[in-house]
């Protein structure tokens, strides 16, 4: 079996001393020799300079660093602004999301509609020279207007010059599974990492799971909820339940994990010591 690749993201720190400790937490995250980190990017261009200076400062250790770059409620020329800054800076990957609308505004005043609109537009601006991760949500993204038509969105992504695929986080090996399965019938190839997030907050997670539709299981929703005051309980159950879910999801052919990090280090390196990777 090929060597899994393994990928950590994390978001940009509000202020120089958040990024010195995440600069800390990425040196211990170097022993699992990832592929690559990436840096989130907020609504609408929110942390335009934040994500930048993170990616620029994450980049120092020789790691290839991707930055996310999503298009709604931004104009076409600030979008090839930025695409044209970070190519003449040598980044080679970029994850490229439509993003959620900043509050208040309507998609209407979006010159870009979809991810694959920003595929399109990278690849017109830039060839070949980037490498571009988009979405898959193997429980289908909140607002599709169907599983199948979610589904297509995927490819259709890919169609547009799209690499790979990484997907939202979730907790069922079988939806994994199953949407390859249906990527497959499609004739869809491109490799799709599944998005792994640690467990080690009760309120957090069932918190971050309902504002992105990420399905939390019920045994493993009650579960936690009954250990959430003892947190060293909450985590060791937290970290086997990830590592069996890991587990199989390498077993059934997953090219790699991509860790959702939230910052920190301790429990996706412990999911992987425990995988043996
Ligand atoms: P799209 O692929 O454009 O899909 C959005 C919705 O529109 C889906 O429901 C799809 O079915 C539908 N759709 C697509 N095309 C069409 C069409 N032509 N006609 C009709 N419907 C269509 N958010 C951030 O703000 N910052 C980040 O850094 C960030 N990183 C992420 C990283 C990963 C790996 C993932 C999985 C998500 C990330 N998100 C991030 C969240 C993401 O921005 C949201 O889920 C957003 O709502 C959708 O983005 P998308 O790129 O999946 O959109």
């Not at 909140?142 to 169907?146: G, I, K």
């Not at 939202?168 to 069922?172: A, D, E, I, L, N």
């Given at each position: 079996m090929t060597k899994p690749t393994i990928s950590f993201e994390f978001f940009p720190p509000k202020t120089d001393e958040g990024l010195e400790k995440l600069l800390v937490v990425q040196k211990k995250l170097l022993v699992k020799s990832p592929k690559f980190f990436s840096v989130t990017y907020g609504a609408g261009g929110s942390t335009r300079e934040r994500t930048w200076k993170t990616v620029s400062a994450v980049q120092q250790e020789g790691v290839e660093t991707a930055p996310h770059l999503s298009c709604v409620g931004q104009s076409k020329d600030e979008l090839v602004e930025l695409i044209n800054e970070y190519k003449d800076a040598g980044i080679r990957r970029i994850v490229t999301l439509r993003g959620d609308m900043?509050?208040?505004?309507?998609?209407?005043?979006?010159?870009?509609?979809?991810a694959d609109d920003l595929v399109k537009l990278i690849r017109e601006v830039s060839g070949d020279h980037f490498h571009l991760e988009v979405a898959a949500y193997p429980e289908m993204h909140?607002?599709?207007?169907?599983f199948s038509d979610d589904i297509d969105h995927f490819k259709r992504k890919i169609d547009a010059g799209a690499n790979s695929g990484i997907t939202?986080?979730?907790?069922?090996a079988d939806s994994y599974a199953y949407y390859m399965n249906e990527l497959e019938k499609r004739g869809v190839t491109a490799p799709v990492y599944p998005g792994i997030m640690p467990i080690t907050n009760y309120a957090n997670l069932v918190r971050f799971s309902d504002a992105c539709g990420a399905d939390i299981p019920r045994w493993i929703r009650k579960k936690l909820e009954e250990l959430q005051h003892d947190d060293a309980a909450l985590k060791a159950f937290g970290e086997e339940v990830v590592t069996r879910l890991c587990e199989r999801l390498l077993a059934m052919g997953a090219p790699g994990l991509h860790f959702y990090t939230m910052n920190q280090s301790v429990p996706n390196l412990k999911v992987l010591d425990n995988l043996g990777l």
């Open positions: 900043p509050s208040g505004m309507g998609a209407a005043q979006s010159e870009l509609r979809y909140p607002q599709a207007r169907s939202q986080y979730f907790y069922s």
